[in-house]
């Protein structure tokens, strides 16, 4: 039997009394350890669970299924997923695999961050797409998180921005040698996320692409949370211009776009994140501010007013 464990968020003991029973009799155990993190740790999972735990990184999920898989016909084998075992396509593909082997699997399912999300006060069926928001390079800048954003936004839905990870992550240099050599682990924070968004934003406004700036902007309310379902949990409220600059520590982060017009009671929970008041911060948000095309148009009807009246 082939197991696919959920871990839950943040402490060894998260995981389920089920999944714990199964992950102490299985011949092999499986910790992926790419799509996301446990602040824990491996060393703190194996002392709980009483044995060793096999480290399975993107290159070995990927491209050594079949040795995962191994004897799972006749043995007991578990993977272990920080979250939910679905919060991830590349499960579904072993799961895919272990039917195509004829292998019998089972999955126990586990709190993730697509329903914990619910801590900073926002209802779950108020969520429209999740987006994912990857790290930037000199030559590569993805947009199209900008527009199921800006979607939602317009369907009157809060958006679950998912922040990149990069673990073992192959040096460009290294692609072109025998050996590989890889980068330092990454994890993008709330505050790296807002600038990407606010940089992207004024990149369209002055392309003149972006004609919706009245619903995104840089004074949008956004919501920080970081470490959720630990004791070091952190929430944040506050304008996207005012996210660049905060610091909420260690990963793994989420970045929330909420609705422009939030339910009075996801407001009120809401507002103990927030050092401003709310309200005023979305009705700010909301107030367009005079193109400069407008100011000049000002300037020049006042000017030929005062000519006519001299």
């Not at 994140?273 to 006042?302: C, G, H, M, V, Y």
Request: charged share 25%; hydrophobic share 35%; glycine share 6%.
């Amino acid at each position: 039997m082939f197991y696919v464990i959920g871990l839950g968020l943040g402490d060894p003991k998260d995981i389920t009394v089920k999944g714990l029973e199964v992950v102490k009799r299985c011949e092999r155990v499986y910790l992926e350890s790419y799509t996301s993190i446990l602040t824990c740790g491996q060393e703190k999972l194996e002392e709980f669970y009483g044995r060793p735990l096999i480290l399975a990184d993107r290159e070995l999920v990927e491209q050594g299924a079949d040795d995962i898989l191994a004897n799972a016909d006749s043995v007991e084998i578990a993977f272990l997923v920080v979250g939910d075992p679905f919060g991830a396509t590349t499960h579904t593909d072993l799961l895919l695999r272990a039917k195509e082997k004829k292998i019998p699997f089972q999955v126990i399912h586990n709190a993730s961050i697509m329903n914990a999300v619910g801590c900073c006060g926002l209802q779950l069926y108020h969520f429209g797409e999740t987006v994912s928001i990857p790290y930037w390079t000199e030559n590569w800048e993805p947009d199209s998180f900008y527009d199921k954003i800006i979607a939602n936004i317009e369907h009157g839905l809060h958006t679950l921005c998912l922040l990149d990870i990069r673990v073992k992550e192959p040096t460009l240099e290294s692609l072109c040698k025998k050996k590989r050599e890889y980068q330092p682990p990454r994890f993008m924070t709330c505050s790296e996320a807002a600038d990407q968004l606010f940089r992207l934003l004024h990149k369209r406004k002055e392309c003149g692409h972006d004609l919706r700036s009245h619903i995104f902007n840089d004074r949008t309310v956004v919501i920080g949370l970081a470490r959720v379902g630990h004791e070091t949990q952190q929430i944040k409220a506050c304008s996207l211009k005012d996210m660049r600059k905060t610091d909420l520590g260690p990963p793994l982060h989420s970045l929330i776009i909420p609705a422009v017009e939030m339910h009075p009671l996801e407001t009120e929970y809401l507002q103990q994140f927030s050092e401003e008041d709310l309200k005023a911060l979305q009705k700010r948000a909301l107030r367009e501010e005079p193109t400069n095309i407008f100011k000049l148009e000002t300037t020049l009807d006042s000017t030929s007013t005062s000519n006519s009246n001299n």
